[in-house]
């Protein structure tokens, strides 16, 4: 079966069948989905992961690209429970996710390729998010719990601390998988804060000002940001301009960006 899995997974789509049930069992242990939940899971595959799901009763709404893969799960859970069941045969990224019943849960073993720019299209809808389970590359879950200070502490950490609460729960091997893929996962719960996020007063600015102060992670902040933060600003703020990008914490960035966004209003 794992053979077959294999052979037929399409490099493309970034197809990683998952086929340990300990792994399996543990990511939907760890979602603990109640009747009273709408799901939404990315990239259902075969529905390794959609099956336990499924069998909470939660209401599902599975996104799947894959055309080849989509009679398979309606065979499989739409046609079951067509009720509580929906299947959206499109790219998550072109899904508009304020138009689907929240609040809800996300649920997925990613394509690595779009993990990031689907982590900030979650994060845009968060107001209706409660919790978003995901396998990631190993890398990109150090990334985003990354501490200050440390090497892995960069965009990807500021950006998602900022604005939620994030967890890694389960390490997964590449022997999981079927094709195995080439580097260590990790499942992450991400639970968007409500509270951090009102601390935020423009979250536009936020992201231009930790893309440029990380332009280059070897420099200043000062150097980064000498076009945009002067000195007096800096030092109003208690900020020493010599410091890395990397040894700035979260609610400093999120202070120095709403000070430039008054500045700028
Ligand atoms: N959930 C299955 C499992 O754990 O075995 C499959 C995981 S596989 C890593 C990723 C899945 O996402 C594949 O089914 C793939 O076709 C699908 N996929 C890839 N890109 C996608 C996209 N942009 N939108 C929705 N699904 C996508």
Not at 35 to 44: A, Y
Not at 107 to 131: A, C, H, R, W
Not at 144 to 170: F, N, W
Not at 213 to 231: E, H, I, M, Y
Request: overall charge negative.
């Amino acid at each position: 079966m794992s053979k077959q899995l294999a052979q037929s997974a399409r490099k493309r789509f970034g197809q990683n069948f998952l086929i340990d049930p300990q792994i399996i069992d543990a990511i939907v242990s760890s979602v603990a989905a109640t009747p009273e939940d709408h799901l939404v899971e990315i990239g259902p595959g075969h529905g390794a992961i959609t099956e336990g799901l499924f069998a909470s009763g939660a209401r599902l709404t599975l996104i799947e690209l894959d055309r080849d893969l989509i009679p398979g799960l309606l065979a499989a859970f739409v046609s079951q429970a067509p009720k509580r069941c929906e299947l959206l045969s499109s790219d998550v990224l072109k899904v508009d996710l304020k138009a689907l019943d929240g609040p809800l849960r996300i649920v997925g073993n990613l394509p690595y390729n779009i993990s990031t720019p689907l982590l900030f299209k979650l994060l845009e809808v968060s107001e209706q998010i409660i919790d978003i389970h995901v396998m990631l590359q190993q890398e990109v879950v150090n990334r985003i719990t990354a501490p200050p200070g440390t090497s892995a502490y960069g965009r990807l950490s500021v950006m998602i601390q900022a604005q939620a609460d994030a967890e890694r729960l389960i390490d997964v091997p590449p022997t999981s998988f079927a094709p195995p893929p080439k580097v260590d996962s990790g499942v992450i719960r991400i639970r968007p804060n409500s509270a951090k996020r009102a601390q935020i007063d423009d979250l536009n600015t936020l992201e231009a000002l930790v893309r440029q102060a990380f332009g280059q992670r070897r420099k200043t902040l000062r150097n980064n940001l000498k076009d945009w933060v002067s000195d007096h600003t800096f030092e109003s703020l208690g900020i020493n301009a010599q410091d890395r990008p990397e040894r700035l914490p979260v609610e400093t960035y999120v202070t120095l960006a709403n000070a430039l966004a008054a500045m700028e209003s």
